[in-house]
């Protein structure tokens, strides 16, 4: 039980300071928890505008991290042949009312950032950030269809052209 304490203080912070501006997880929170568990994922994805979809499966392990304040998702699956795997943290940041998203996978050297909000009118939460192409910019809309189903839009936003998109993932929750 000391070891929390100990280890804040051998790095400058002071405890009580710590869980005083360190609150538990809330209602923003609660949307992350809906994620937990374990899901099969198809996946679409469409290289440029116009271009036919790819499509591939995986699945994803998706755990709640620090008592629910943040969530990290671990997706295996094959593109075309080559094998990958992709890991994500999301979590709500009560500071900004942002929720922030931070994504590495074993096809690219880069990490992905995104942050934004809920989207009371779409019921989804759309994040946005930089795309692997420099200037270009990706949304990703993270929609709950129910309890055991949700899916993953990604559009790509070109510094010049219209939107479009980029990708699809579908989750469904596994039983048992």
């Known amino acids: 039980m000391l070891f929390l304490p100990i280890c804040l203080a051998l790095l400058g912070v002071d405890p009580m300071h710590h869980a005083a501006t360190h609150p538990a997880p809330g209602p923003e929170h609660a949307r992350l928890a809906t994620l937990a568990g ?25 755990e709640p991290l620090f008592g629910g304040l943040f969530v990290q998702e671990r997706m295996e699956g094959l593109a075309g042949e080559v094998p990958f795997v992709e890991l994500t943290w999301l979590g709500f940041d009560p500071a900004s009312k942002r929720y922030q998203l931070t994504r590495i996978g074993s096809g690219a050297a880069a990490m992905a950032t995104r942050d934004g909000t809920f989207d009371e009118r779409q019921q989804a939460l759309v994040l946005e950030g930089p795309a692997a192409i ?41 039983k048992g």
């Open 134 to 174: 420099a200037g270009d910019r990706e949304r990703r809309t993270l929609r709950l269809s129910s309890a055991d189903e949700r899916i993953v839009q990604c559009q790509r936003v070109p510094r010049s052209g219209e939107p479009w998109q980029s990708c699809e993932l579908r989750y469904t929750r596994r």
């Open 38 to 62: 374990t899901w099969d994922v198809e996946l679409t994805v469409w290289q440029k505008a116009g271009a036919l979809p790819e499509k591939s499966r995986g699945f994803a392990v998706v």
